[in-house]
């Protein structure tokens, strides 16, 4: 299993270093934080592929990260004469029986350690040819990959092949649905893991058998008499058709799955998906086994989402799990305490929550966990009427909505602040909680959050009017009842009658509120929340 990961100028990572839970690790970032880079750097190092394409086919500059390449060319237009960046991906395994053929020291910590490493780095086999290139420096306008060369090496600094990695990888990207010779690139290769050599021998002379018979068919042998008539006026060979049985012509890319007698491709994308990734968990190889999953609810509906989540639960036992996800839903079920936040080339681990807090998020029926986790800055409110006033608030302070600045405005049911408020402060997260006094500010706001009072990014937004104790009494106090009356279309005639009507009728209240051109004012705390 992985232990840890060290990733140098590999596409969004400069420099970058990551801990691996040995069962499951859920990666929940921004789109562009590195959640797919840091899957397609395993895949990598364990493969020597960039996706299913050996590395050779696909090295090109934009590999390289974007700061080292342009750093190397800046360097140049200044007539300098800067090493050649290079790409190091490590991974450091498990210290298991099965593995100490890797052990060495011959890594970046230089530390004894169990691991591999894959480097892209300059071939010294053309250091004159560089030299010439140099000459003629303006010429150069990227990394010249040409002149580079791959090596696969354990931490023993000795050449790492496929088949001498005693580590297997299932890398499941259930974004894409890739189809090779009619049936889908993953499941061949997950089914042929799946069979044993006696059952691979087997299907392998039934499939050649099937094909000779083709050819002694009567009626394909009436055709290809006819072929052979046709000798001369096409060519001088004897011409005929009949079906490859060489080696690269094999069952793995002919023979199509089917579900329920319907061929694998023509099955609906949610249930490919979903396969592809029970497959890969039931792939029964010797040694240690790396799952790579791409965003596993892609193209399925809820109901089949929960299905297979709760299918990867039961399989993950003796696996080691790294799924990149968007969904909330995948992340609560699993736990949040399996989960890897990337952001800006940093990592966070939630482990740290309060046990009672990781059993909340599991149990949440909105998921609204990876909302607070993915916004730049959060706002908590206790209801749907307070949200549409502080979106009110925030777009009279900034001239747009909060989302147009990153900032989530999220509802938080049942007034459970202080989960939330337990991730803010892991992530050191900028947060704001706009909540009411309910008629005893000391109680219900000072001590009930005075453990957050330390953390600089966290902000409690409370007013101390123990009689204006809702939002409702607090917009009432601070606006004429004539303004109101006009916002909300009504004709009350005095104050104690209109906070009634908008307690009875809170969203369509603040609704009015949002949707409202007439100045009006809101309360100060909701203004310090949007500040």
Known sequence: MIEEIYIENFKIFRSFKLSLNDDLNIIVGDNEAGKSTLLEAINFALTKKVGTRPIEYELSPYMFNKACAESYLASLAKGQ?????????????ADEPELQILRGSMNSQRKDSVGVKIEVVFNEDYKEEYAQLLQRRSEIRAVPVEYYNVHWYSFANNVVTTRSLPVKLSNIDATTIRLQSGT??????????????????????????????????????????????????????????????????????????????????????????ALKVLLALDRKDEGSHVVLI?????????????????????????????????????LNKLGIEKVILLNEGQTFSLTKLPPDTQSYFRKLSGYDTLRLILAKRAILVEGPSDELVVQKAYLLKHKKLPLEDGVDVINVRGLSFSRFLDIAKELKKEVAVVTDNDGNYDKNVAAKYKQYDSVPTIKICADKDEAANTLELQIAKIN?????????????????ELTEYMSKNKTECALRIFDTKAVIKLPEYIQNAVQ
């Not at 004469?81 to 395994?93: A, R």
């Not at 299905?307 to 696996?319: D, E, F, M, N, T």
């Not at 303004?483 to 009504?490: A, D, I, Q």
């Open 81 to 93: 004469n800067p090493d050649l960046p290079k790409i190091l991906i490590e991974l450091y395994l």
């Open 480 to 496: 004429p009842v004539s303004l109101l009356n006009e916002v909300f279309g009504t004709k009350h005639s005095n104050e104690p």
């Open 294 to 330: 791409e965003e596993p609810e892609n193209h399925l509906s809820f109901s089949s989402m929960s299905k297979l989540i709760s299918a990867i639960q039961k399989k993950c036992v003796g696996k080691q799990i790294v799924i990149a996800t968007h969904s909330a839903y995948v």
């Open 184 to 273: 889908d690139y993953y499941i061949q290769n997950i089914i042929s893991g799946i069979l044993n050599t006696k059952q691979r021998v087997a299907l392998t002379i039934a499939y050649r058998n099937l094909k000779e018979q083709f050819s002694e068919e009567q009626f394909i042998q009436e055709i290809n008499n006819g072929l052979s008539e046709q000798k001369g006026a096409i060519t001088e060979k004897a011409l005929a058709i009949g079906i490859d049985i060489s080696q690269k012509s094999n069952w793995e890319s002919n023979l199509v799955p089917h579900l329920d007698e319907l061929p694998f491709h023509l099955v609906g994308k949610g249930e490919q998906s």
